[in-house]
């Protein structure tokens, strides 16, 4: 099981060492892995600042350990 410590976890490091990040302004957009969807389109959004992501397709959403959850299948 992977334990993460939420106030050292950077959710931008977290999903840029798996996903491509593109930066939009002050936050990023990448393809969302947990919906079917052409490569070049990018719906999902990571907030830095809040520590959170969000598929503006699919609605997953979370932190940086709900997305390793989701993604890594802990």
Known sequence: MVII??????????????????????TYLTTCPFHIAPLDVRTMLVDPVKQTYVCMNCHAQGDAEQFLKDYEGY
């Open 5 to 26: 410590e939420k106030d050292i976890s950077d959710i931008v490091k977290v999903i840029g060492e798996r996903l491509t990040l593109t930066e939009n302004g002050p």
